[in-house]
């Protein structure tokens, strides 16, 4: 198939590329929802008496999960009939973003058929995230070592050499997981990547990488429509199958274009969670060790149900926590400009 999209000017591939997902959204969504429910693909709650429930989360049993499969599937088609294929970049994003999709169901189906919160074994998702991982850092470092080179607000350019690849699959690793733990609650993860990703497509057309910034515009576009059934009360969760891949997709797109640490930035509320997580299993071990139990540093983790601990309602926490993430992304642009300035 002969992709035509980026033959068109600029502004004419990135509107249709926020076209199409988010047009796609509003007409599958309701179709995708109704055959969810018809599966029982119902959320697995954890236990409120584990102690990681709050209360009011008891009303979200039985919503359908593994409404992922719309975004990526719209992502991936919109990508697939009308972004520049030929593109190295772009390729590698997809590469990621098909094999954490594909485990991120897994995940889900397993939980599902289960009716349990476990679903494949933690070992297992690591080991088929590094596997893409090192597969997109290796081929691109392949077809361009200048690859290596990390911008450095303030500073320039820092070129990491061989040790690029072990430090992009960190980065790839590590934001999807984290992006994966922030989808705890309705419409939280979907906004949260919504701002990160229009942040990183500014920064690619600064960068002038346009296939990449078509491709986040479609990010962007499928979530939004997206959040459009997710917000709450949610009609369906993006499960696994999004938020793993989704992060994935932004960690690559962060290593195609040597913003890395800007990803840190841009991705700060993403960070703050699987901070949250680490902080509260670290200090629980710590703790039992000193005290001879274990004791928790938040009321709750990862941190959005903290503060859902501490009164916040569901909604209050998200739109903090959004209000937060585009603080973060604006800052994250300025020092994307600093960048700029140094190459």
Same mark, same amino acid.
């Given at each position: 198939?002969?992709?035509f999209?980026y033959?068109?000017p600029v502004?004419? &591939? ?8 988010? +047009?796609?959204s509003m ?5 995708l929802?109704?055959?969810?429910r018809?599966?029982?693909a119902? &959320?697995?709650?954890?236990?409120a008496?584990k102690g ?6 008891s ?10 499969l ?8 919109t ?6 294929m030929g593109?190295?970049?772009l &390729?590698?994003c997809?590469?990621v973003m098909?094999?954490t999709a594909?485990?991120g169901f897994?995940d889900d189906?397993?939980k599902?058929?289960?009716k ?6 933690g070992w297992f998702?690591?080991?088929?995230q +590094?596997?893409?991982?090192? +597969?997109c850092?290796?081929?691109l470092?392949?077809l361009d ?7 450095v607000p303030?500073y320039?350019?820092?070129d990491?050499?061989y ?9 790839i ?8 733990l922030?989808?705890?609650?309705d ?5 949260c990547?919504?701002i ?5 497509l500014s920064?690619?057309l ?6 990449l910034a078509?491709?986040l515009?479609?990010?962007?576009a499928?979530c939004l ?5 997710n917000?709450h009360?949610a ?9 793993l891949?989704?992060?994935?997709a932004?960690?690559?797109v962060a ?14 509320v993403?960070?703050?969670?699987a ?6 299993v670290g ?7 000193l005290y001879?139990?274990?004791?928790r ?6 941190v ?11 909604? &209050?926490?998200?739109v ?5 993430a585009f603080?973060?992304a604006v800052?994250?642009l300025?020092l994307g400009?600093c960048?700029?300035?140094?190459l």
């Amino acid at each position: 198939m002969i992709n035509f999209i980026y033959q068109l000017p600029v502004g004419a &591939q990135l509107l249709l590329a926020l076209l199409v997902p988010f +047009a796609g959204s509003m007409l599958i969504g309701p179709r995708l929802i109704a055959i969810l429910r018809a599966m029982k693909a119902g &959320q697995p709650i954890r236990e409120a008496s584990k102690g990681v429930l709050a209360p009011e989360h008891s009303a979200k049993v039985g919503t359908p999960t593994m409404g992922g499969l719309m975004i990526i599937g719209l992502i991936m088609l919109t990508s697939i009939l009308f972004l520049d294929m030929g593109n190295p970049k772009l &390729q590698c994003c997809l590469l990621v973003m098909g094999v954490t999709a594909i485990l991120g169901f897994l995940d889900d189906w397993a939980k599902i058929t289960k009716k349990s919160t476990d679903g494949v074994s933690g070992w297992f998702k690591i080991a088929l995230q +590094a596997v893409a991982a090192l +597969a997109c850092a290796g081929y691109l470092y392949y077809l361009d070592p200048t690859i290596s080179k990390v911008l450095v607000p303030f500073y320039g350019t820092l070129d990491l050499g061989y040790f690029f690849i072990p430090f992009a699959m960190l980065v790839i690793i590590g934001a999807s997981n984290a992006v994966n733990l922030t989808d705890g609650l309705d419409g939280l993860a979907s906004g949260c990547m919504v701002i990160a990703a229009m942040a990183f497509l500014s920064l690619c057309l600064a960068f002038q990488e346009v296939a990449l910034a078509n491709y986040l515009l479609c990010i962007a576009a499928a979530c939004l429509g997206f959040l459009w059934f997710n917000a709450h009360p949610a009609k369906v969760f993006m499960g696994d199958t999004g938020s793993l891949s989704l992060g994935g997709a932004l960690g690559t797109v962060a290593v195609c274009t040597h913003t890395e640490l800007l990803l840190v930035i841009i991705g700060g509320v993403f960070v703050a969670e699987a901070c949250s997580v680490m902080i509260q299993v670290g200090w629980f071990k710590v703790s039992r060790k000193l005290y001879g139990e274990g004791r928790r540093f938040f009321r709750m983790a990862p941190v959005h149900h903290h503060f859902e601990k501490c009164g916040w309602s569901e909604t &209050q926490v998200c739109v903090r926590f959004w209000i937060i993430a585009f603080f973060l992304a604006v800052a994250g642009l300025i020092l994307g400009a600093c960048c700029f300035l140094h190459l």
